[in-house]
């Protein structure tokens, strides 16, 4: 059912293995496993898609982004600040919802989304975060409130990937966690809206 394991997908990261953005990701991703979610990482090479052209045909490789769009009861998305915005990776990556538009959950329509923005200061990071949760918007999506902003112009992990500043941590973890909150408190309501109209109907 999907209270005891919901998908959330992590879309993130530069090209470049090993990438803050996607250390980032990664720690978002483990805190929502930690509270019993399965999670599925693309990122890196896996978002090196051709550039999204309406009705063309699909690689490999969009064609498992896809499907991961449709699956997934939440999403973490993790970006690095290029020019004062998210990188044409991730854009590209993201363009690709447009492929379920005419699902029957249209877009991401009421999925859950944390934001993760990644930069070498305090501007251009606060301008990334705030274009992701643009952008999650425009997918119908719900932007967890709140989102992680890094500043990499220090060192903030180590050789292994682990977060070394505490409060950076803290905050990636609760992005992660509030995905999965808010996936189990849509469905709770969701559930309890059916049961009521069920016991509305049978009621003499």
């Known amino acids: 059912m999907i209270q005891d394991k919901p998908l959330v997908l992590g879309i993130g990261g530069t090209p470049r293995r090993g990438s803050s953005s996607e250390r980032a990701l990664v720690i978002s991703l483990k805190a929502a496993e930690d509270e019993g979610a399965r999670t599925l990482l693309l990122s890196g090479a896996e978002l090196l898609l051709p ?35 998210i990188s044409g990776l991730i854009k590209n990556a993201l363009d690709y919802a447009e492929e379920l538009r005419t699902d029957t959950r249209a877009y991401l ?83 309890g809206a059916h049961s009521l109209s069920i016991n509305t109907m049978v009621q003499p």
């Open 109 to 191: 329509d009421g999925i859950p989304v944390g934001c993760i923005a990644c930069a070498g200061g305090w501007q251009a990071v606060g301008q990334t975060l705030a274009a992701l949760r643009t952008i999650a918007h425009s997918l119908r999506c719900w932007p967890t409130p709140l989102g992680a902003m890094l500043n990499t112009s220090g060192a903030l992990f180590d050789a292994e990937g682990n977060c070394t500043d505490a409060a950076t941590r803290r905050q990636l973890e609760t992005v992660g966690q509030q995905v999965i909150d808010f996936v189990r408190m849509q469905s709770r309501g969701r559930l």
């Open 51 to 85: 550039m999204y052209m309406p009705g063309q045909q699909q690689s490999d490789q969009a064609s498992r982004l896809l499907a991961a769009f449709r699956e997934c009861h939440g999403i973490i998305i993790s970006s690095p600040a290029y020019h004062g915005s």
